[in-house]
């Protein structure tokens, strides 16, 4: 069983820069590639990007890509989003999730990640 929990997100004006935090309890961390997802009102969930275990591998949405980094410290059992140039088109709530089975397979999908956190706001005005 892993519990996850989301800090950070807030009401920025664009161009900002937010950090979100993933803080998870349970054993081995490490085993599990971690996403993050974000969700607006009327829309889909959607993946933003992830990262393996080791946090050697990431993998971004083409929408973010260049301007949110991912990464993990397993010693504090905590995933980053780190998210710069901020668009209002980026608000929505963002979720980390912790993944089942391997990294490499349809990480982009939500139904392949098994524990999910509550969600933080990310509000982004123009």
């Known amino acids: 069983q892993v519990q996850l929990v989301e800090s950070g997100g807030g009401l920025v004006q664009a161009g900002d820069s937010l950090r979100l935090s993933c803080a998870a309890s349970?054993?081995?961390?490490?085993?599990?590639?971690m996403g993050w997802f974000r969700q607006a009102p009327g829309k889909e969930r959607e993946f933003v990007g992830a990262i393996s275990g080791s946090g050697s591998n990431t993998l971004y949405a083409d929408s973010v890509k260049g301007r949110f980094t991912i990464s993990r410290d397993n010693a504090e059992n905590t995933v980053y989003l780190q998210m710069n140039d901020l668009k209002p088109e980026d608000t929505a709530v963002y979720y980390c999730?912790?993944?089942?089975?391997?990294?490499?397979?349809?990480?982009?999908?939500?139904?392949?990640?098994?524990?999910w956190g509550q969600g933080t706001q990310v509000t982004v005005s123009s």
């Open positions: 349970g054993r081995a961390f490490s085993m599990y590639p």
């Open positions: 999730a912790a993944k089942s089975g391997s990294y490499y397979s349809r990480t982009h999908l939500p139904l392949e990640y098994r524990y």
